[in-house]
């Protein structure tokens, strides 16, 4: 079946660009929507945006700014960068799978990686 | 923008009682309505989609109704496993984008 796996640095400086990477493994990458959503420790989820397979792409608007997604289907994977973080970008970071079948919920999920903004 | 809220924000329940959540939409959302449930240090899994609509695998304790703006999530007999945290979910469709409700916390008494 399909699974999704995170991957990248775990402690990033303030000011600097988060960079993750999600691998989609068990099927193709191909005619859904992949989105990355957050949870700051103790917190509850929240959406960062979504790419489809085109690189057609939305955002939260409240991090549009500093955000920007990219797909690459050879590669089965879809990526993440933000911008100008600070310590408030500090979270677990979801990789997940966007099932318009299923009226846009979020069915797969991959296991999350802790992301610290620290110097 | 719509907002959700959910209520309550923690319930602490016995073992085979009747749960109800509540999540509200400050405005109209059609049925594009999931509901997920996060154990503590695990990944959310997804409930129900489409305000309703069981999710394969999940036990049929659980269930989704509603539409427009109010929705709820029963859970028909607490089971010790059921301890979680329950998010609702909302996708707009214009703009395209998705808002998680605030959460409940789940606990049995």
């Known amino acids: 079946q399909v699974q999704l796996q995170e991957s990248g640095p775990g402690l990033v400086k303030p000011s600097e660009t988060l960079s993750l990477t999600c691998t989609v493994s068990?099927?193709?990458?191909?005619?859904?929507?992949w989105s990355w959503i957050r949870q700051p420790a103790g917190k509850g989820l929240e959406w960062i945006g979504r790419?489809?397979?085109?690189?057609?792409?939305n955002y939260n608007p409240s991090l549009k700014s500093r955000v920007t997604m990219s797909v690459d289907t050879s590669k089965n994977q879809f990526s993440l960068k933000l911008s100008s973080v600070t310590a408030a970008d500090t979270a677990v970071y979801y990789c997940?799978?966007?099932?318009?079948?299923?009226?846009?919920?979020?069915?797969?999920w991959g296991q999350g990686t802790m992301v610290t903004v620290s110097s | 923008d719509i907002q959700m809220t959910q209520s309550p924000s923690s319930l602490s329940a016995s073992v085979g009682d009747r749960v109800t959540i509540t999540c509200r939409a400050s405005?109209?959302?059609?049925?594009?309505l999931a509901w997920y449930q996060q154990k503590p240090g695990k990944v959310p899994k997804l409930l129900i989609y489409?305000?309703?609509t069981l999710q394969s695998g999940v036990p049929s304790r659980f269930s989704g109704s509603g539409s427009g703006t109010d929705f709820t999530l029963t859970i028909s007999s607490l089971q010790p496993e059921d301890v979680a945290t329950y998010y609702c979910?909302?996708?707009?469709?214009?703009?395209?984008?998705?808002?998680f409700g605030p959460g409940t916390k789940v606990d049995i008494k």
């Open positions: 979910q909302k996708y707009n469709s214009a703009p395209q984008d998705f808002t």
């Open positions: 405005q109209g959302i059609s049925n594009y």
């Open positions: 790419i489809y397979t085109s690189g057609s792409t």
């Open positions: 997940a799978r966007d099932n318009g079948w299923l009226a846009h919920a979020f069915d797969i």
């Open positions: 489409a305000a309703s």
């Open positions: 068990g099927g193709s990458i191909s005619s859904y929507y």
